[in-house]
């Protein structure tokens, strides 16, 4: 005999909402990765009618999707026709030969350093066998695409970190006090428009003037890199925290001075997350800045990273290279976004709403 | 010597002119109301009392000793809130407790804290951020804020005028019934006549900017504890609501003093100018 369960319905309803709700949860993070079209797919799904979302989806997956193939059709139908030294300029078919190209050189050399250091474990457990001392070598393969990418990602992290360390304490001084904001002014109005291209040889001469150590923990070319990104990723970061912190509600400001909060104390419990947004904000723009400048270090200093790559490609004129330089257009371009995208959580993570 | 006493105190910014002359003297254990249209300088001269900003011509005298700067014993409570966003209930709180008790464990400043929120009722919600509270339980934060400063006298800059009206008397009255438990010198700013019999023991009136100055000060004589019920109630009450309605008409739509022309009236000279109002008393 079966009973019906009078709560079935309601249970059923109960679980719906939950995952509903999950799902609403969930579309927050969805749009700061940039995935807002995933929520409606889902809300559909779950249950729900499709015709109230088939507009959200066309605008959120539709368009970009036809756009892109747009792009693609476009760029496939004249690039053809222009020849140049290197013979057509390819398109979107031939480039994805070249990064499936890239890729499979990638795997070899990881093949052939693997092979290297089996031969020299056994030649050197035969050395030990026969009372010598062991040998030990680097494989010196050419770096593959992806230690490139690796190379640049590191840099320019590590630039951006020396920029953000210099930057939000200078930044904070000079929204806190009006005469520190005068003496920096000048210099942040002289310098933030300086080039890349400019300070690479004042920073390659004073590195290996100052950096003389051979054991030191980085390389010359690494640190001529970073410290060109540092400089030219500084102004964003140190612009903003001024004009954050100089913009903290003056009723907060207020309440400070009746609490007689210490200087330090006032930094940590006002200053600092008051002006946390536009902080964030300015990293966010840093962060892009540094990427772009650095590409054109390693360009223009033959430094490894994705700019040398492109120099290299550039000088070897083969009939592959500017297939291959297009790669590492869209990679240095794929990057830049995913390192927006990361500083935007970061920032909508720390960004409050103003209601007090 | 009076607990705070302002001397002749003026104040402008740059050619403005916003309060001249002023002299008021706030007694200890005084529930001082301030009551003025808005744009009167009311703001201005809870800044000077607390020592956010220095007046212009004059003195303002805390025990004696001139103002210079603010401090925890002079509490402010902010009329638009000014809770810290990023810190919860607890949190905003800590921070009064920090300031006068820093040499405090961590469990004697928790119960500090958690003393504060419980008096104005907030226990239930201690964990949350000012964003997810009502207009009136941020005010109550705030006050909470202020009191753990444990201050000597309070200043309450129109804590009640952005809430609504059912939450404005309620919170009226709880103020009435705090101040009650340790009479502590207050002064409010308000632009509610109600507010001001529930809550005075002198209401002062200050009359309309530029150059406002105070125009009548009566004392409310009715019996404490107040609520708005017994007021209602109160023979006198009404005559107290009469008296301080004919002084606020009398300067309504920004008109300056029909009487109080010329050099800039003494208080006792105003009241006395003002027959209506008297013959109303």
Redesign the interface.
């Known amino acids: 005999m079966t009973t019906v369960d009078p709560n079935f319905d309601a249970d059923r309803e109960a679980r719906r909402e939950r995952r509903f709700a999950a799902i609403t949860k969930a579309d927050t993070w969805f749009r700061v990765l940039g995935l807002a079209w995933i929520t409606p797919l889902l809300r559909i799904g779950a249950g729900d009618n499709p015709r109230a979302h088939l507009g959200e989806i066309w605008r959120l997956l539709g368009v970009p999707v036809l756009a892109i193939l747009a792009f693609l059709a476009l760029w496939g139908t004249l690039a053809p026709q222009v020849q140049t030294s290197l013979g057509a300029i390819p398109g979107p078919a031939q480039v994805w030969e070249q990064a499936v190209g890239l890729n499979e050189d990638a795997v070899r050399t990881r093949e052939r350093a693997a092979d290297f250091y089996a031969r020299q474990d056994e030649r050197n457990a035969e050395r030990i066998a026969a009372g010598d001392e062991p040998r030990y070598r680097e494989f010196t393969g050419a770096p593959t695409f992806y230690s490139q990418i690796r190379t640049s990602i590191k840099t320019v992290f590590f630039g951006f970190l020396l920029a953000t360390v210099v930057a939000v304490p200078l930044g904070i001084a000079a929204g806190l006090s009006q005469t520190a904001n005068a003496a920096l002014n000048p210099l942040i109005q002289v310098f933030k428009p300086v080039s890349p291209l400019a300070w690479l040889p004042i920073v390659s001469i004073v590195v290996s003037a100052v950096y003389v150590t051979d054991d030191g923990w980085f390389e010359k070319s690494f640190l001529v890199s970073a410290i060109t990104v540092t400089l030219c990723s500084l102004w964003p970061t140190l612009i903003n925290t001024a004009l954050g912190v100089a913009s903290i509600?003056k009723?907060?400001v207020?309440?400070s001075?009746?609490?007689?909060?210490g200087t330090w104390?006032k930094i940590r419990?006002?200053v600092l997350?008051?002006a946390l947004p536009l902080i964030f904000t300015g990293l966010r723009l840093s962060l892009g800045v540094g990427w772009m400048v650095l590409i054109a270090a390693e360009m223009l200093a033959q430094n490894p990273g994705l700019g040398k790559f492109v120099w290299d490609e550039f000088q070897n004129g083969s009939s592959e290279s500017l297939g291959r330089i297009m790669v590492a257009v869209f990679t240095i371009g794929i990057i830049g976004f995913l390192l927006d995208r990361l500083m935007y959580t970061i920032q909508s993570l720390f960004t409050?709403?103003?209601?007090? | 010597m009076a607990f705070l006493d302002l001397k002749n105190v003026s104040k402008s910014y740059g050619d403005t002119p916003v309060l001249q002359g002023i002299d008021l003297a706030v007694e200890e254990g005084e529930f001082l109301v301030l009551l003025g249209f808005s744009g009167t300088g009311k703001t201005t001269l809870v800044n000077l009392m607390a020592g956010l900003e220095m007046p212009t011509k004059g003195e303002v005298l805390f025990k004696g000793r001139p103002v210079t700067e603010p401090g925890p014993e002079r509490g402010v409570i902010f009329q638009n809130y000014s809770l810290m966003p990023w810190l919860t209930v607890n949190g905003n709180v800590g921070l009064a407790v920090d300031t006068m008790f820093p040499e405090l464990s961590r469990a004697e400043r928790a119960a500090k804290v958690a003393h504060y929120v419980g008096m104005v009722g907030l226990s239930h919600a201690a964990g949350r951020r000012p964003a997810e509270l009502s207009g009136g339980m941020r005010q109550r934060v705030n006050v909470a804020r202020a009191l753990a400063m444990d201050p000597e006298m309070l200043l309450l800059d129109e804590p009640l005028s952005a809430l609504d009206a059912l939450t404005r008397g309620n919170l009226a009255e709880e103020i009435e019934k705090i101040w009650e438990a340790d009479k502590k010198t207050c002064v409010l700013i308000t632009n509610d006549v109600d507010e001001a019999i529930l809550l005075a023991d002198r209401v002062v009136m200050m009359t309309n900017g530029p150059r406002a100055t105070i125009g009548k000060i009566t004392e409310v004589g009715l019996p404490r504890p107040r609520t708005r019920k017994a007021l209602l109630e109160h023979p006198d009450y009404y005559a107290y609501r009469q008296e301080v309605l004919d002084f606020l008409e009398e300067y309504e739509h920004g008109n300056q003093s029909k009487h109080a022309s010329g050099a800039a009236p003494k208080p006792k000279a105003v009241a006395a100018e003002t027959p209506k109002a008297v013959a109303a008393e």
């Not at chain 1, 001075?257 to 909060?261: A, E, P, S, T, Y």
């Not at chain 1, 409050?352 to 007090?356: D, S």
């Open positions: 509600d009723d907060l207020n309440v001075k009746v609490l007689k909060m104390s419990k006002l997350p008051s409050f709403t103003n209601n007090r």
